[in-house]
């Protein structure tokens, strides 16, 4: 599946911004599975629809995150994966009490994010959808 683009108008241009982001909770623990997995994946569903964003790819996995987003030009990277990462971490933390018990935060201070131009854009996409066949990973939803 190729991502086509989607060139949107603004008062200010037009633009097409696509941003691959990767977060991890603390110590890498692998707390994402379950309902865990299926909260987060909701959470950052409804906070991308509530900032008009568009998520292209997303795959939580046990111990880590892959997110694409298509997002707006005054949004800048650290905006973007920092709204994810706040909201996400407020509410599983008072939904699931396990995970303030294991950890002093949800979240590791740092992330990676890389913008994605229309041709890679794909790319980033297969890479996204495919990461649960890579053969050192374990089966989805192992973690709790």
Request: with cysteine; glycine share 6%.
């Amino acid at each position: 599946m190729t991502v086509a683009r989607k060139v949107r108008r603004f008062s200010g241009g037009m633009h097409d911004l696509g941003l691959h982001v990767v977060w991890c909770p603390k110590y890498r623990r692998p707390v994402l599975g379950g309902r865990v997995a299926e909260r987060l994946d909701e959470l950052i569903r409804a906070k991308a629809e509530e900032r008009g964003w568009d998520i292209i790819a997303l795959e939580v996995m046990p111990d880590h995150v892959h997110l694409f987003v298509k997002h707006d030009p005054k949004s800048s990277a650290s905006y973007v994966a920092n709204q994810f990462k706040g909201f996400t971490s407020r509410v599983l933390r008072a939904e699931f009490p396990h995970l303030k018990s294991r950890m002093p935060t949800l979240w590791s201070s740092s992330y990676f994010a890389a913008s994605a131009g229309a041709v890679s854009a794909a790319t980033v996409e297969k890479y996204i959808n495919t990461q649960w066949e890579r053969p050192w990973k374990k089966e989805k939803g192992n973690a709790s």
